[in-house]
């Protein structure tokens, strides 16, 4: 089988650091992971190595069937999203929200091509699937910060990625924005053809049901993996934090509490 990510064994050393440690990670096809970690438990050192950004010091790494060291690194990377808070900083703020999503298709800050019918179509096709079909004329530093995060989404799927990774969207966002770009990110799971989704995030509560698989990451080793209904237990979760906590389950999601608190 061809696996999305096959990850064996990775280990990551900068200097004296052990960033990964015997990491070994397979996402199957059909299959959206959320990734959990704490901060700095390795999860963008993990990103940044599935993208090819960083090479493991030992151990195998293949992403859509190519192993690492076998394959044009930039050529891959036209195939992965990866929608994370600092390239909101890199864009133009002043570009129109349809430029800015456009560019995706072109990997470019800034739209320098002529705007065709079929990127205008695309665009907003993944605009209304992204409920924010009513930006398509604003600047994009005028947006909210969750109406942003679904302009990067949508930006991202503009190149028909075959995995999107969704590195904290919901950073920064109050309870109602977040519910809404949850509610997006689910619609998005609907449609035909979703690439493969890697959610990044520290809180449990933002794992939607869809996300079938779940990896718990502390200090650069895989804690737990497997599917996200056996993750989300108070004896799965006490251990990964190492404190006792109790996990509420609510339409699918777990909202965690510490135990006593
Ligand atoms: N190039 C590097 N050299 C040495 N240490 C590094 C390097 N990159 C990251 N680190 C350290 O490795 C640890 C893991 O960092 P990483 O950014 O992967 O964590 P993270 O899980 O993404 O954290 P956060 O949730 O806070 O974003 C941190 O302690 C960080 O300071």
Redesign the pocket.
């Known amino acids: 089988m061809e696996y999305v990510i096959d990850l064996q064994n990775v280990h990551w050393r ?2 004296d ?1 052990h ?1 990964l440690r015997d990491v070994s990670w397979k996402v199957r096809p059909q299959e959206h992971w959320a990734l959990l ?10 990103l940044k190595m599935i993208n090819g950004y960083i090479w493991p010091t030992t151990g195998a790494v293949s992403v859509l069937g190519h192993r690492f060291g076998e394959v044009d690194l930039r050529d891959l990377r036209k195939s992965i999203g990866w929608v994370s808070s600092s390239l909101q900083e890199q864009l133009y703020g002043t570009d129109k929200v349809q430029h800015v999503i456009i560019s995706g298709k072109y990997a470019t800050i800034g739209l320098y091509e002529r705007l065709n019918e079929d990127d205008l179509g695309h665009a907003r096709e993944w605009m209304r699937t992204l409920g924010c079909e009513h930006l398509w004329d604003r600047e994009f530093r005028t947006c909210s910060q969750g109406e942003k995060q679904k302009v990067l989404i949508a930006r991202a799927l503009m190149a028909d990625p075959r995995i999107l990774i969704l590195d ?1 969207p919901c950073n920064g966002l109050d309870l109602f924005s977040r519910e809404r770009l949850l509610d997006s990110i689910q619609e998005l799971t609907q449609k035909e053809q979703t690439p493969t989704l890697i959610y990044v995030t ?1 809180h449990t509560e933002e794992i939607l049901p869809v996300f079938s698989h779940t990896l718990l ?1 502390r200090q ?1 080793a895989v804690v737990e993996s497997g599917r996200t209904e056996r993750i989300m237990e108070d004896t799965v979760l006490s251990d990964f934090f190492q404190s006792p906590v109790i996990v509420d389950k609510h339409r699918g999601r777990a909202y965690v509490r510490i135990q006593g608190g």
Do not use: F, I, M, P
């Open positions: 900068s200097g650091q960033l970690g704490l901060n700095g438990s390795g999860k963008t050192t993990l904290e520290h990451l650069g």
